[in-house]
């Protein structure tokens, strides 16, 4: 994730969006957002987290997309990393109603100020689980309504649910090659 425009000027969202861009961008207000995408740790922890969700999806009764587009607002539309949906969710080719959880992992050039203001939109367009991911420090945090909260208990997991990602084991897949 980045949030430097790629563009100078204003693009329409007509354009945005029928436009196919590589790698596929962020829009906001009319400007194109470049994310940090193509690193090996980064994307091979988004294939880590997106099999695992996969391999639990009956009894977690959940599903998880890869960098699929959201719409927070008319003119503002993001791309997480992972985000997942109930498995009764309704199913749009731009989500435009908030999955139960949205995970941002981190590549080296993202600061953290500018991954924290995207996650803060998430929570404000919804979206009730926001978990940050860092693969070089091998960390992961929780964003709530009261802020950043780093997971000491190296559990995250959904209350009531029977989602549980254990950081060190999804960090020492990351590890095996």
């Known amino acids: 994730m980045a949030t430097l425009p790629i563009a100078e000027g204003l693009t329409p969202l007509e354009e945005y969006l029928s436009r196919c861009h590589e790698p596929d961008c ?22 880590i987290l997106a099999t695992l969700f996969t391999n639990h999806m ?3 009764g959940v599903y998880a997309l890869t960098e699929q587009r959201i719409r927070l607002t008319p003119q503002h ?9 109930r498995r009764d969710a309704l199913r749009e080719s ?4 908030p999955p139960l959880i949205v995970i941002e992992i981190l590549s080296p050039e993202d600061a953290m100020s500018g991954v ?11 979206v009730e689980h926001v978990w940050i991911i860092d693969p070089v420090e091998r960390e992961a945090y929780r964003v709530t309504a009261f802020g950043l909260e780093k997971m000491l208990d190296v559990v995250l997991n959904i209350p ?9 084991e999804i960090f020492q897949r990351l590890d095996q090659l």
């Open 26 to 47: 962020e829009y906001e207000d009319g400007f194109l957002v470049e994310r940090n995408v193509g690193e090996f740790e980064h994307s091979f922890l988004q294939a």
């Open 58 to 60: 009956e009894s977690w």
């Open 77 to 85: 539309y993001s791309i997480p990393d992972v985000c997942v949906l």
């Open 94 to 97: 731009i989500l435009t109603h």
């Open 116 to 126: 924290l203001k995207k996650c803060a939109e998430y929570r404000k367009f919804g």
């Open 160 to 168: 009531d649910s029977l989602i549980r990602i254990v950081t060190p």
